[in-house]
Structures are given as C-alpha cells and as structure tokens.
C-alpha cells in the first residue's frame, strides 16, 4: 500500500509539473501575441531568446520583422496551441495561427529556459494546414 501511496504521489508530481511547464510556455506566446496586438514590440521583444534578440538587435527591427513576414501572428483572428514535445531541454510547441480570412497557419515556436524563464528561440512556419476558422 505504501508502494502504491509513494507511485501515485510521483505520478500526481510528474502530472503537475509537465502541466505547469505547458501552461508556462503557453503564457510566454499568449504574452508576446498579446503585446504584438498592442503594438508593443519592445514588451514582445522581451519574450524572446538571448539568440533572438541578437540577431534582431532592437525590437523595432523584431518588430517590422513579424508584422512584415508574419501578418497572421501579428493581428491572428484566433490562435490555437495544440501539442507539447520536448528534446534535450528544449520544448517545441505546436501552433495554428488564423488569418484574417480565416485560414490556418501552422507554427512550431521553440522554447529555451533562460536564467529561470522560458524564453521564445524561433518560431518557424509549418506545412500549411488549409484548415478554416
């Protein structure tokens, strides 16, 4: 019984932290999205990865970058996240963007832990789904 007691305690652990790491990195792009509807690139800049923010330098540059590439993460009429998987450290999350017409885009957002935080390491655009809002 004690066996028993002490498996499901780490199964309930094992559970909660898996499900506190997804609903983390779920805030982290819902954060970011919602900056971009803000026009606020420098709060969505934050969101992103040391390596990111190297590379775009400012987050006027991360900015016109999205909006010019991006439209449908930029203003999405609706944003759905679909599966989790993890690799050596590094948590891919599953995305479906909608456009303005309605059409779906698929995403993978790459996501690292810096100094404690999940940090958003590149997002990159999928084989497009044709699904309809």
Request: no cysteine.
């Amino acid at each position: 019984m004690r066996a028993l007691l002490i498996s499901l305690s780490i199964l309930i652990f094992s559970s909660s932290s898996s499900f506190a790491e997804e609903t983390a990195i779920q805030e982290v792009i819902s954060a970011q999205i919602e900056a971009f509807k803000q026009n606020d690139v420098e709060t969505a800049f934050t969101f992103a990865s040391p390596k990111i923010q190297t590379m775009f330098r400012t987050p006027e540059n991360f900015g016109r970058m999205v909006q010019s590439g991006y439209p449908m993460v930029w203003r999405p009429r609706d944003v759905t996240f679909l599966r989790q998987k993890a690799n050596n450290g590094v948590v891919f999350q599953e995305m479906q963007f909608f456009d303005d017409a309605g059409i779906g885009h698929s995403f993978v957002y790459e996501m690292v832990v810096v100094s404690g935080s999940w940090k958003i390491n590149g997002v990159f655009k999928t084989k497009a789904s044709g699904v309809s809002a």
